[in-house]
Every structure is written in C-alpha cells, then in structure tokens.
C-alpha cells in the first residue's frame, strides 16, 4: 500500500461503491475483484475551484472525479492558454500514468470536487497482476486517443465560429447553468482562438438572436438551434 498524501484520505464505504459502479462503466468486463482492487487502491481528494489535481511537468495522475468538474489546461511556449477537456463526474483521466508520464498539462478543480487518484505506479502493479484489467485500460487508452485526434482535426480544419459553436454545444450545460460551472472567459483557452476572435464570434451569435451575454462573464442561450451546425442538423434529427 502506497504512503497517503497528506491532501488525500482513503475511500468511505460509500465512495468505494460509488467508485465500483464508474469504474465499471468506465472498464467493462473487469471481473468484479479487479474492479474492487481498483476502488480499494484509490485515493480520495476534496478540493475548491483552481486547486489543481497535478500540474504542468509534475507525473500524470489517473483521476476521476466523483463530484463536481475538472479541466486539463496547458501553456504553450508561446504563453498561450489552451484548454484541451473538461471532465465531470463518472469520468476517467490520465490513463497514460501507467507508463510515468511526464504531464503536458494542467488538471485543476472548476468547482467544489470530490476526485479519486491513483498514483502511476499503483496503477502499474495492478494491471501488472490483471492482464483483463491491463487490457481494459489499453481499450480506454485507445478510445481516448481518437478523441484526442478528432480535436486536433477540429482545431486544424475549422473556422472560429464552428470552433465556438461545437465548444459550446458540448458543454452546453456548463456554459449555460445556474451558476454556470464555465464562464465565457474560458472560452478562448477551450476553443483555441484568441478573445478578440472569439469574442467576436460571440457578438455574432448575439446578434443572431442565439445567446446573451449576462455582465462580465456569463451567457444566456436564447435559441437552442443556433448551437447546431448544417453538416450536424441531419445526424440529429435522425437520432
């Protein structure tokens, strides 16, 4: 058993059942022991909005959050902020901790969180004694990455205005709750563009009559339709 970090406490009961069914979605046919080693082995953090998860250049983590939202941020060398995810409860991170890997992020709290890690090398041993828990992480992994692609293709072939659109509707229910968990002024890390431009986008939308903007920070959506683009209307009026 790895030493507790003095900010991490280990799972109540009733975390470890919680823990057990995210996992198991997260990793489908693990055997249950697997997935109770797993839970067992986690650590559990309660942290406020801005306190990181694991910085920029320090060991990625694998972390889920169990309540609560989590974003992944880097700064490029040209001191440009750009926000690559945004995770919220149920879903798994970090995958690439397995191997030691150095963090070309940061993961810090949106909100109030309650987030379990487990530390590279925990994870390593597990899978070490698990070949169907190493191979369900190798799934997850794979899956991440073609996530990960599309985005990349997304940010090299699109305009800012489908950048902002796609962004928003993603995390509609972030954007536009009450109190809303993102405010406009993670736009520009997420979607990628500068705040002139986004902002620009922004007032565009406005004027169409698809959101407001509310003081300094906030958004209203006014026109759900606005935040579907012409080469997605088709997909989801088939779903």
Excluded at 94 to 110: E, K
Excluded at 158 to 180: G, K, N, T, Y
Excluded at 189 to 215: D, H, K, P
Aim: aromatic share 6%; proline share 6%; with cysteine.
């Amino acid at each position: 058993m790895s030493v507790l970090d003095p900010n991490e406490t280990l799972p109540r009961p009733d975390q470890v059942l919680d823990l057990r069914r995210m996992l198991d979605t997260n990793l489908p046919g693990n055997h249950v022991e697997a997935i109770a080693r797993l839970s067992a082995a986690a650590r559990i953090r309660r942290l406020h909005k801005d306190d990181p998860i694991f910085r920029q250049g320090e060991p990625v983590m694998l972390a889920m959050c169990m309540r609560g939202y989590a974003a992944f941020q880097r700064t490029t060398v040209q001191g440009q902020q750009v926000m690559t995810a945004v995770g919220g409860p149920g879903e798994l991170y970090g995958l690439t901790s397995i191997a030691g890997t150095i963090s070309t992020v940061d993961m810090f709290a949106l909100s109030d969180t309650e987030v379990a890690v487990w530390h590279g090398t925990q994870l390593r041993a597990l899978a070490a004694k698990d070949p169907p828990l190493a191979l369900a992480l190798i799934d997850k992994l794979s899956s991440f990455l073609a996530i990960m692609n599309e985005k990349v293709d997304g940010y090299l072939h699109q305009d800012a205005r489908r950048r902002v659109i796609r962004v928003l509707a993603r995390h509609r229910e972030l954007f536009f709750s009450d109190p809303p968990i993102l405010s406009r002024a993670y736009l520009p890390a997420l979607v990628g563009t500068s705040r002139e431009m986004t902002g620009s986008v922004l007032r565009r939308l406005e004027q169409e009559g698809t959101i407001e903007r509310v003081g300094r920070f906030g958004l209203r959506l006014l026109d759900p339709a606005g935040l579907v683009l012409d080469d997605e209307a088709p997909l989801r009026q088939a779903g």
